[in-house]
């Protein structure tokens, strides 16, 4: 009986030292894949708001790869869901990268 008392007490201690971790990894993660899907919509040649639809359809994969990579248990890895699944999003890295390889790949395929 007191073990079950004392995971509850603990359920909700974190080691500020994975968190940040886990943290750098999403970065990495959102990081490649912002310049992935970059690449992609300009090689495709997609031009206006389509190119930020393939921003969007990344950040979607990436947060469904992170949850089947932690089946399904995110609070366990992270402090909460909304970090992972909506705090990258707007990421002004993530975005401007996404950005600059989208632009640098079309102006270089189409227009060169």
């Known amino acids: ?8 007490v603990f359920k909700d201690m974190y080691v500020q030292k994975n968190i940040q971790h886990n943290a750098g990894v999403v ?7 912002s310049l992935v899907a970059g690449l992609i919509a300009g090689i495709w040649g997609v031009t206006g708001w389509g190119g930020f639809l393939y921003y969007l359809a990344m950040q979607i994969v ?3 790869l992170l949850y089947m990579k932690t089946g399904g248990q995110v609070d366990s890895f ?5 970090s992972v699944f909506f ?14 390889f989208w ?3 079309h102006n270089y395929i189409h227009l060169f």
Do not use: C, D, Q, W
């Open 27 to 33: 970065n990495f993660i959102g990081v490649f894949g």
């Open 62 to 64: 990436v947060a469904t």
């Open 78 to 82: 992270f402090v909460s869901r909304s």
């Open 1 to 8: 009986m007191a073990k079950k008392e004392t995971a509850g």
């Open 103 to 105: 632009t640098l790949s």
């Open 87 to 100: 705090g990258e999003v707007l990421n002004s890295t993530l975005l401007l990268t996404f950005i600059l």
